[in-house]
């Protein structure tokens, strides 16, 4: 498969616990925040977004929190299965447009 | 709907030689934009293409550029290789709805540079 990061921060969890994958975005003036998932040979996949004026947005299984006081960004999974195994970028943008700014990933391994 | 498809998946070249990668977006979408995903850089920003115009660009050198066609077909082109060129190249579509930013991206094309 694709090689996404020699040098990623790793989370490893048991299947079944919930997961938290922590990001700090850079430009305070971004107003629209992504997750993706990139799965092995695969281009990252959308899961979740949340625009500047909220601080959570919940969706299947998934929770993304933002505090934009100290520019972070987090992604919760409740129920941690195999399948949820990745690579989790998140991503700021400004203004709607197609130039997003990724961070460096974070490897989330799943245990059965 | 068929997703974001990118040909070639995979492209050896050497140093020196150029290259051309394709991309066509999903159905409806007008802008096309370009990442660069390498193990050390990560996922970068090379251009965005909306309406066969360059609407954002990142910072890469003159060596790559990009164009788009009136169907929102996209080609990025790299001339002159150099071995750092090796990366994942993806491509994604983008459609705002509702103010909201929905961009979609391809499976990549492996560029390998020897």
């Known amino acids: 498969g694709e090689s996404v990061g020699l040098h990623l921060p790793t989370l490893s969890v048991q299947e079944g616990d919930n997961s938290i994958i922590n990001c700090a975005y850079s430009?305070?003036?971004?107003?629209?925040f992504i997750w993706y998932k990139q799965e092995s040979g695969k281009g990252p996949q959308f899961i979740i977004d949340?625009?500047?004026?909220?601080d959570k947005r919940q969706g299947q299984r998934v929770t993304v929190l933002l505090n934009k006081t100290v520019k972070h960004l987090s992604l919760q999974i409740a129920a941690t299965q195999p399948g949820d195994s990745a690579v989790y970028f998140c991503?700021?943008?400004?203004?709607?447009?197609?130039?997003?700014?990724f961070g460096k990933g974070t490897k989330l391994s799943v245990k059965p | 709907k068929a997703g974001v498809t990118q040909t070639p998946r995979y492209l050896i070249k050497t140093r020196g030689q150029q290259v051309t990668l394709s991309c066509s977006p999903i159905?409806?979408?007008?802008?096309v934009s370009w990442y660069q995903q390498t193990p050390g850089q990560g996922l970068q920003f090379l251009f965005e293409?909306?309406?066969?115009?360059?609407?954002n660009k990142g910072n890469f050198p003159g060596r790559f550029s990009g164009r788009q066609f009136s169907n929102s077909r996209s080609e990025m082109n790299v001339s002159t290789l150099e071995l750092g060129d090796s990366a994942l190249y993806l491509c994604?579509?983008?459609?705002?709805?509702?103010?909201?930013?929905?961009?979609?991206f391809g499976p990549g094309t492996r560029l390998t540079v020897l």
């Open positions: 430009n305070s003036a971004s107003d629209y």
């Open positions: 991503a700021e943008n400004r203004g709607s447009q197609g130039n997003l700014i």
């Open positions: 159905s409806g979408h007008r802008s």
């Open positions: 949340i625009r500047s004026n909220m």
């Open positions: 293409y909306f309406s066969e115009t360059q609407r």
């Open positions: 994604a579509s983008s459609l705002v709805v509702a103010g909201e930013l929905e961009q979609f």
